[in-house]
């Protein structure tokens, strides 16, 4: 059977409480220190063009159902003729790997050699300050019953299967600050510039737009959307509902 424990205000004093403002301020220094090493590197125009294509097509595809037969068709030539159209990728043209494209420019790797490294370092000091200093304290309890799949998450560093899982060790403390101060760092730095580690570790495995299947998903969805505008069906839905009214 789980045991209730009395917590110490010593440790909310002393544990839960350094913590929590260490973390706030570890992530708005880290904020500071990545955004003086980031560098702003020239946009390549053909990119910037392609990816302006890209989201044409798309809202094209949108409102397809919005403008006349006539325009849409001669939108969707302008855009995916054989010839000339904007999406149209010619087949001789061997498309480059973005991963190649990204690690062939020394300042891209540089820049994301840079963010992870402000993301990794902070991280790992962190961890070991807490786990020297913090390791084995109950830190705080959760208001409301939990199931045992969270006792791994809740109680890590804590080897006792008596006590309920509701209590949080100062370990998970560290972690759920971790992930979980993403809605108070938009309140102090800024919806564009909150830090989310979540974020910042998918974007490790990014690598880069590839202009040529982006061109060609948007040029193989608008042949194969069917068109079908929407004014007449307007038409008659005023139409019944003037009716209506005037019955």
């Known amino acids: 059977m789980a045991e209730d424990l009395v917590l110490d205000t010593a440790i909310r004093d002393w544990v839960l409480i350094p913590l929590s403002v260490v973390m706030v301020l570890i992530g708005i220094l880290r904020y500071f220190v990545s955004k003086l090493m980031r560098s702003s590197p020239t946009p390549d125009a053909k990119m ?19 403008i006349p037969p006539k325009s849409f068709r001669a939108r969707r030539f302008y855009f995916s003729n054989e010839e000339n159209g904007l999406l149209h990728v010619p087949k001789d043209q061997a498309a480059q790997n973005p991963q190649a494209q990204m690690f062939s420019d020394p300042n891209m790797a540089m820049d994301m050699m840079k963010k992870n490294l402000s993301m990794i370092i902070p991280q790992t000091l962190t961890y070991a300050w807490v786990n020297f200093f913090f390791s084995g304290f109950v830190a705080a309890k959760i208001p409301f019953p939990l199931t045992q799949r969270f006792r791994s998450m809740l109680q890590n560093g804590i080897d006792l299967s008596t006590v309920d899982v509701s209590y949080v060790s100062s370990r998970s ?35 880069g737009f590839d202009a040529s299947k982006s061109l060609s998903a948007e040029k193989d969805g608008l042949d194969i959307i069917q068109h079908e505008w929407a004014l007449p069906r307007f038409e008659h839905r005023a139409e019944s509902v003037l009716r209506k009214l005037v019955q």
């Open 48 to 66: 910037v063009k392609e990816g302006q294509v890209v989201i044409r097509a798309r809202n094209l595809k949108i409102g397809a159902n919005f």
């Open 173 to 207: 403390w560290y972690f759920l600050n971790l992930f979980g101060l993403r809605g108070l760092f938009s309140l102090i730095l800024g919806d564009e510039n909150a830090i989310d580690d979540t974020q910042r570790m998918m974007q490790m495995g990014g690598f």
